[in-house]
């Protein structure tokens, strides 16, 4: 059984640098979410896609953030110029026919 | 923004005894869903209950769901040590009831 896979599990990049997460979800799954967790806070959304077109994106994401899931399979998450606030976990879900949404373990990232 | 926010934030109780979260919202849902995350891992779907239900049972889980109050409970009866973890309630914040936003979280720490 393959669940949601994230990669790497752990970014650790100097302040400035640029950074890119990968997301494969659960294969038939059509919705592919990212979110955001810092210590002691449940998930903040930071955008969703459905198949390859992208819903919606918060707008506490920052216009170094960007998203892309090309061939609404796999998807990517991209920091430019990270910065030490952007430390934290990042986490993607992928869901089908239900708000149910699976998890992968996330990507921590620490900037330094 | 989180829509959700649990209550108590933390919660220590012996093993054996059950736990009560409660999470209130701001605005009409379509449904509310329960998550559980160990430690440093990604959340686990726990729940989901639609807002024309009031009740729903699984396992040692019983959510409940008042609309009128927009608040929703979590019961877990005859806690164990592996209970321990965070417990997150989550909102659909989009017609489509696809967008999830979560509460900040209940952790819940089960004493051997």
């Known amino acids: 059984d393959t669940g949601v896979s994230q990669d790497p599990r752990h970014k650790i990049t100097k302040r400035g640098q640029n950074v890119t997460f990968r997301c494969d979800p659960i294969?038939?799954?059509?919705?592919l979410y990212w979110y955001r967790q810092t210590l002691g806070q449940g998930p903040e959304f930071l955008t969703y896609?459905?198949?390859?077109?992208?819903?919606?994106k918060s707008r506490l994401l920052s216009d170094r953030f960007s998203a892309e899931r090309p061939k609404g399979s796999f998807s990517t998450l991209e920091i430019q110029r990270t910065e030490q606030g952007d430390s934290a976990m990042y986490l993607c879900?992928?869901?089908?026919?239900?708000?149910?949404?699976?998890f992968g373990q996330g990507t921590r990232l620490t900037v330094v | 923004s989180q829509q959700g926010e649990e209550d108590p934030q933390a919660l220590s109780i012996q093993e054996g005894e059950n736990a009560t979260m409660n999470c209130s919202y701001k605005t009409s849902i379509n449904n509310l869903q329960w998550y559980r995350q160990n430690s440093g891992r990604g959340l686990v779907h726990l729940i989901l209950i639609r807002s024309n239900e009031r009740e729903k049972h699984s396992g040692r889980l019983r959510v409940t769901l008042d609309t009128s109050k927009k608040s929703s409970s979590l019961l877990i009866t005859a806690s164990r040590a592996a209970d321990t973890a965070s417990y997150f309630c989550?909102?659909?914040?989009?017609?489509?009831?696809?967008?999830?936003?979560f509460g900040a979280g209940t952790r819940l720490f089960v004493k051997a």
């Open positions: 896609f459905q198949n390859e077109a992208q819903l919606e």
């Open positions: 879900a992928s869901s089908l026919a239900s708000p149910e949404a699976f």
């Open positions: 989550a909102t659909d914040a989009d017609p489509g009831g696809f967008k999830t936003i």
């Open positions: 294969s038939e799954h059509n919705r």
